[in-house]
C-alpha cells in the first residue's frame, strides 16, 4: 500500500503520561497500573503503560496530560487501568476531552490547555468497570467521571459516560443531569495494531461513520453561508518506503448519498492544506531548500476540475503524511438536505482529460506537450516578490488536459537564482522547480524564471534644467494605479505581445537615479531609492556628494521585464549641487527578491500552439538550394507548427551521382523537374 486516506492521525502510541500518588484524597490503599491512549475520529492508538502505582489511604492519583505534536489531531486523552502491566486486560477508567466544551463554545473548535490535570480523589474512581444493578445505581455527582465505564446488570449492556454527549435518546443512550451514558460493546480500548479494529489509524474507506466521532451539526438553516469554528482534519499518508515525488496533486473527493458527487457539492467545502506531518508529529511547511509549501494554511473553496491549488513542491517522505482540514460553507439555498456528507482526502496522479490529439503532436514528445489557444494562454507572469502568476489557460501535457484553469498565483522560487523552471502537467498543476530539475515524461517547462539581482538599462537622458541648490525629480513608470506594470516592447519574449504585456505586476525594488552635470558632462550616482508600484514617483536629492561613473551601463537584453521611462527634473529649494543645469536619467535596481527575466522559449519550454488543433497546412519554396556535391539533402521549416514552409537543399546529380527523379511529385503524381533538369523540386 503506498498512500492511505485517513482521519488525522495521533502517532502509533501513545506518550506516556506522567502519574503519582499525593496526600488529598480519599482513595483507599491499593496498587494499580494505568495505560494511556489517544483517540482520533478513527478511534485509538496503541497504549503506553506506568509502572506499578501504589497509594496509601487518604491520598489521590494525579495524571498529568503532557503536551503534544501540533501536527495529530486528539479528540481525547483516555486513561485505563488494571492489576497487571498487560494493558490488553485494562478497562477505561476516564477520559479528558482534547476539546473544550460549554456554553457559548462551539463544539470541536478551541482547544483544551497542556498540559492538563486528572485527579482520581475516590475509590469509585479507580474502581475497573463495575457492574450496578440497574440505571438507578449509575454514579453521579462527584463520583462520576467522563469516560467511566459501568456495566448494568438490568440491561445485560456496557455504558459510557460521556459529559458533552448530546446524543438523542434511545435504548443505547441514556440521559443523565449532565452529559450521557451511551452503550458500548466493552470497557476495553486496547488495540494492538492502529490500523485495524477501533485503530486510530484505519482507512477512512473501511470506517463506519456511526463509530467516529462525528463533526458537530452544521447550521445549514441559515440564510447565508456559515464557516463553522470547526474543522476536520484529514491525511495522505505515505505507507511506501519510497517518497512520492514532487508534483502530486492533492485535495479531497466528496460523496453524498453514497455517490461521488463534485458537481452538486462543488464550492460548498472549504479546505486547507496544513503542510507535511512528520512521523513525530511535527508539521513541515517547508521544502529542503528552504522554499515555503504554496497555499499552505489558508482556506479555499473547493471546485473540483475549476481549480486545483494543491500540489506538493517537495517530495512526501515514508511516514509523512499531507495534513487537509476542511468545513462545510454553504447556506440554505445552496444545499438543503441534511445528510451525512462523506469526505475522502485523495492525490490526483492523473486528473486531467485523455487528448488522442497529443499524440499527434510530435513535438509534444520533445517538449512534453503545449499550451492551446485559449485564454491568456497560461503564460508566467510576475507577482509580488518570489511569486507569479500563471494566467488562464489550457495546457496539453502528454497527451492530457484539463478544464480552462483561472489565473493562479504560485510562489517558492529561490532568491537570486537564474534558471528556475515552472513546470506544469496534464493535471493543470504547477509546481516551481530547481534549473537542474529534469522534467518527466508527463510533464512540460512552462518557463524559465530568474531572480537574479541587477540592475537594468537606463532610461533616456531628461532635458537639461538649470538647478543652484537641490533637484526635484518625477520619474515616471510603466505602471498602472493598481499596480500592473506594463512589459517592455523589447522584452525578448512572447510575454511582451498584447496577449500579456499588461498582466504581470510592476517588480522593482528600487532605482538608481543618475545626474549629469552639462558643464563637465560628469554622471553622478544615486542608489537606495525604494520603488513605489504607481505611474509616478518623485524624489528630492540635496546633497550632491555621490559616486561618479565614467558612462551609463546597459544590461543583457533579458534583464528586467521593465523600461525604466525619461524622468523629469526641476530645482529645489535647498541644496549644495554646483550652479550649472543637469539632466536626469534612471534605472530600475532588483536585489535578488523579485522576478528579473522570464522565457517561455521552446525548446526548453512547450510550444504555445497557434489556431484550434486543426490540421495544419504545409507550403513548399519553389526556390531550391543547391549544395555542395556530395552533401546531404536537406529540408527546412521557415513557417510554424501550424504552417508549416519548407526549402529543400539538394546536391546536383552530376555523373555517377544520386539520380532524384520521382523522389518530389506534385498533387497529381507528376515528377517535378528544375530547369536544368537535375533538381527535383514542389
Known amino acids: 500500500m503506498a498512500l492511505i486516506a485517513q482521519y488525522a492521525g495521533v502517532g502509533e502510541t501513545c506518550p506516556l503520561f506522567d502519574v503519582g500518588a499525593t496526600n488529598g484524597g480519599s482513595l483507599t490503599a491499593g496498587t494499580i497500573y494505568f495505560s494511556f491512549q489517544l483517540q482520533n475520529r478513527a478511534g485509538f492508538n496503541k497504549p503506553s503503560v506506568s509502572g506499578a502505582i501504589a497509594y496509601s489511604t487518604n491520598q489521590k492519583i494525579i495524571i498529568t496530560i503532557p503536551e503534544m505534536p501540533d501536527g495529530w489531531d486528539v479528540h481525547y486523552f483516555v486513561v485505563s487501568a488494571g492489576v497487571t502491566n498487560d494493558p490488553s486486560t485494562h478497562v477505561q477508567i476516564a477520559r479528558v476531552a482534547a476539546f473544550q466544551y460549554g456554553i457559548g463554545i462551539e463544539p470541536q473548535s478551541v482547544k483544551t490547555l497542556l498540559p492538563a490535570v486528572l485527579e482520581l480523589t475516590r475509590s469509585i474512581h479507580t474502581a475497573l ?23 448494568i446488570t438490568a440491561l445485560s449492556i456496557f455504558v459510557e459516560y460521556r459529559a458533552n454527549s448530546n446524543l438523542p435518546l434511545s435504548p443505547d443512550v441514556i ?18 495494531d492502529t490500523r485495524a479494529g477501533v485503530g486510530s489509524d484505519r ?18 438553516e441559515t440564510l447565508s453561508k456559515y464557516l463553522p469554528a470547526w474543522e476536520a482534519k484529514y491525511w495522505i499518508y505515505n505507507d511506501s518506503p519510497n517518497a512520492i515525488p514532487a508534483g502530486t496533486e492533492f485535495g479531497i473527493e466528496l460523496e453524498y448519498n453514497n455517490k461521488r458527487s463534485p458537481d452538486l457539492l462543488s464550492g460548498l467545502f472549504m479546505v486547507k492544506f496544513i503542510g507535511f506531518v512528520k512521523a513525530d508529529g511535527s508539521i513541515r511547511t517547508q521544502d529542503g531548500d528552504g522554499r515555503d509549501f504554496p497555499n499552505c494554511g489558508a482556506d479555499f473553496p473547493w ?39 462523506g469526505v ?32 491568456d494562454r497560461y503564460r508566467v507572469v510576475p507577482n509580488f516578490g518570489l511569486s507569479y502568476d500563471v494566467l488562464r489557460g489550457i495546457p496539453l501535457i502528454g497527451s492530457y488536459n484539463p478544464p480552462e484553469k483561472p489565473r493562479r498565483t504560485f510562489g517558492n522560487l529561490q532568491p537570486n537564482l537564474a534558471g528556475q523552471k ?8 504547477v509546481f516551481t522547480e530547481s534549473p537542474s530539475y529534469t522534467r518527466t515524461s508527463s510533464e512540460g517547462i512552462r518557463a524559465i524564471v530568474s531572480t537574479l539581482a541587477g540592475e537594468s538599462s537606463p532610461g533616456g537622458w531628461s532635458g537639461y534644467v538649470a538647478i543652484t541648490a ?26 511582451a505581445d498584447d496577449i500579456s504585456k499588461n498582466k504581470g505586476l510592476f517588480n522593482p525594488f528600487s532605482v538608481n537615479i543618475y545626474l549629469q552635470r552639462q558643464d563637465t558632462l560628469e554622471i553622478r550616482r544615486f542608489s537606495g531609492f525604494g520603488v513605489v508600484a504607481a505611474s509616478s514617483q518623485q524624489f528630492t536629492i540635496s546633497n550632491w556628494a555621490a559616486g561618479v561613473v565614467s558612462d551609463l551601463l546597459f544590461a543583457d537584453d533579458d534583464f528586467s521585464l521593465f523600461a525604466p521611462l525619461t524622468g523629469a527634473i526641476a530645482p529645489a529649494i535647498t541644496g549644495n549641487f554646483p550652479s550649472t543645469s543637469y539632466r536626469v536619467s534612471y534605472s530600475f535596481v532588483y536585489d535578488g527578491n523579485q522576478i528579473t527575466s522570464i522565457s517561455h522559449a521552446s525548446p526548453p519550454c512547450v510550444y504555445e500552439f497557434e489556431g484550434e488543433l486543426e490540421p495544419g497546412t504545409i507550403e513548399v519554396n519553389p526556390a531550391i538550394t543547391i549544395l555542395d556535391e556530395g552533401e546531404p539533402p536537406t529540408v527546412i521549416n521557415a513557417g510554424t ?13 552530376t555523373g555517377g551521382g544520386v539520380n532524384f527523379e520521382r523522389i518530389l511529385i506534385d498533387s497529381s503524381g507528376n515528377i517535378v523537374v528544375s530547369s536544368d533538369g537535375n533538381i527535383i523540386y514542389i
Open 344 to 375: 475522502f482526502p485523495a492525490t490526483r496522479v492523473q486528473s486531467g482529460d485523455y487528448n488522442p490529439v497529443g499524440l499527434l503532436l510530435s513535438y509534444t514528445q520533445t517538449v512534453g506537450g503545449v499550451i492551446i489557444d485559449v485564454g
Open 303 to 341: 471546485t473540483p476540475k475549476l481549480t486545483t491549488p494543491f500540489i506538493t513542491i517537495d517530495d512526501l517522505q515514508p511516514t509523512e503524511a499531507i495534513a487537509l482540514a476542511v468545513k462545510p460553507f454553504f447556506a440554505a439555498a445552496e444545499f438543503t438536505v441534511k445528510d451525512i456528507i
Open 422 to 429: 515552472v513546470v506544469i502537467n496534464g493535471n493543470g498543476d
Open 175 to 192: 440521559a443523565a443531569d449532565i452529559g450521557q451514558w451511551v452503550r458500548v460493546g466493552g470497557p476495553s480500548t486496547y488495540v494492538s
Open 129 to 151: 468497570a463495575p457492574s450496578v444493578t440497574s440505571v438507578g445505581s449509575l454514579p453521579s455527582g462527584a463520583d462520576r467521571l467522563d469516560g467511566q465505564v459501568r456495566f
Open 203 to 220: 482507512p477512512i474507506n473501511s470506517i463506519n461513520p456511526i463509530t467516529t466521532i462525528p463533526t458537530p451539526p452544521y447550521p445549514g
Open 641 to 653: 507548427i501550424t504552417h508549416a514552409y519548407l526549402t529543400f537543399a539538394f546536391p546536383p546529380a
Open 470 to 495: 537641490g533637484a526635484t525629480l518625477i520619474l515616471s513608470y510603466p505602471c498602472t494605479v493598481n499596480g500592473v506594470g506594463m512589459i517592455r516592447a523589447n522584452y525578448p519574449d512572447v510575454i
